[in-house]
């Protein structure tokens, strides 16, 4: 993203953060909305409409039978990591119907947060074939609800089939450090592959 961050106290002139756009992604009902709420340092926007009657037979709502809303664009928030980098976060919609504006929001993002529940994870598979299609460099944070089975970041790993290189994390999407601890990681793993020097053969 084209956006600036200036710190007008710093001594010699303005200092220039950079800005960073990241995606919070996932299957209905995963918790994007809740990690977006819970991290975000200004009010989130949200898009979030009363799921009707209208839904029957079109949204999945297996798992989630007691959600009453859904994202029908996205969720908005900033995070300042330090005073160097600040985080634009952008939540998808979770419901099959809304996909159509994953690709619009996917412009200009470095990095994707791929939110898991183990209570249906093969609802994460989209999703990871999402972004593993466009090349886009995400990681996969089990939201660990008081009732999901508790699974092993190796065994999210393989039962996602995921890349060695693909980190996965558990949290609490409703914990603000848990979430930043995500997108801190997110970031690392960033600016790891962007730094990492091809071995040559």
Request: net charge negative; hydrophobic share 40%; proline share 4%.
């Amino acid at each position: 993203m084209a956006s600036e961050n200036f710190d007008q106290t710093s001594p010699g002139g303005p200092h220039l953060a950079a800005s960073v756009k990241i995606l919070i992604a996932g299957g209905f009902g995963v918790g994007k909305t809740t990690m977006v709420s819970s991290i975000s340092e200004i009010a989130p926007l949200r898009t979030e409409e009363l799921i009707t009657e209208v839904s029957t037979g079109v949204d999945d709502l297996s798992g989630v039978e007691g959600k009453s809303t859904t994202t029908v664009a996205l969720d908005f928030g900033r995070i300042t990591i330090d005073r160097d980098l600040v985080l634009y976060l952008f939540g998808t919609p979770g419901q099959d119907r809304f996909w159509f504006l994953w690709d619009e929001l996917c412009r200009g993002a470095l990095g994707a947060i791929v939110i898991a529940d183990t209570r249906r994870l093969s609802n994460s598979f989209a999703a990871v074939d999402f972004f593993e299609r466009r090349g886009l460099p995400f990681l996969i944070a089990v939201n660990c609800f008081d009732d999901a089975p508790r699974y092993t970041e190796a065994e999210v790993r393989d039962a996602l089939d995921l890349d060695l290189t693909t980190p996965v994390m558990l949290c609490d999407a409703r914990d603000r450090p848990s979430s930043k601890a995500v997108l801190t990681h997110l970031v690392e793993y960033l600016i790891d592959r962007a730094t990492r020097t091809p071995v040559r053969t």
